[in-house]
């Protein structure tokens, strides 16, 4: 079940628990969120900004940790999100969302996986998904296009961060085998840097989004230019 808390700054703190707290694990979460109270429902009505249901903050993390040192048992997230005035308030659609009321579901994700599809606009599609690129970096990665010699994919759509949003972009036409996709990410990942990774290091891609890289030798990948997006060099 997930419980509400109003804070005296307005904001409310959802709170997923695995069972029916006692009052006394109730003041202890009243008096962590600093003098916050018990919303007495299931659902709270309004417009509120907060993080994204699919990402558990490190906010939430900490906090979570906060309440083992407590010995409260059975609290598996928490997330704080700020009233607004209406649906077209700002916010950050990369790491925020906009939620018309908060209910039971407010963590829970029902997503089907979108199909892939060509990035035909790259400087569209980056305003449309939020993912911050600089025009130094669109322009950076239209010149990786032109070598690829094909478009963009959009082979996941993912708010995890915007390393996750932007190696998405990399990604060539992948078929189901991992095989496949280790060898197909290395070869990529290889083209970007210059080619002479190969010689040393080995690339390996996990399902959980993780690049792996594994070598005996005592080098390291550095940026040519260092503050602007640019090929890399081992040194």
Sequence with gaps: MILFFKTPSESVIATEVDHQLSQEEVNELCWLYGDATLIDAEHVDGYFVGPRREMITPW?????EITQNMNLKGVSRIEEYFPVSSKDADHDPMLQRMYEGLDQKVF?????????????N??????QEGLALSPEEIEYLHK?????????????????????????LLRPRLSETRGEINAAIAEVFSLLLNQFIRDWCRISYRCDGTILFSSTASRSITDVEPYTPSARAIR
């Design 144 to 168: 990786i296009e032109k070598e690829l010699g094909r478009r963009f994919l959009n082979a996941f759509h993912s708010g995890n961060s915007a390393l996750g949003c932007r190696i998405s």
């Design 60 to 64: 939430s993390t900490n906090a979570v």
């Design 122 to 127: 790259l400087e569209e599609y980056n305003e």
């Design 108 to 120: 829970t994700v029902n997503h089907e996986p979108e199909p892939i599809k060509h990035v035909d």
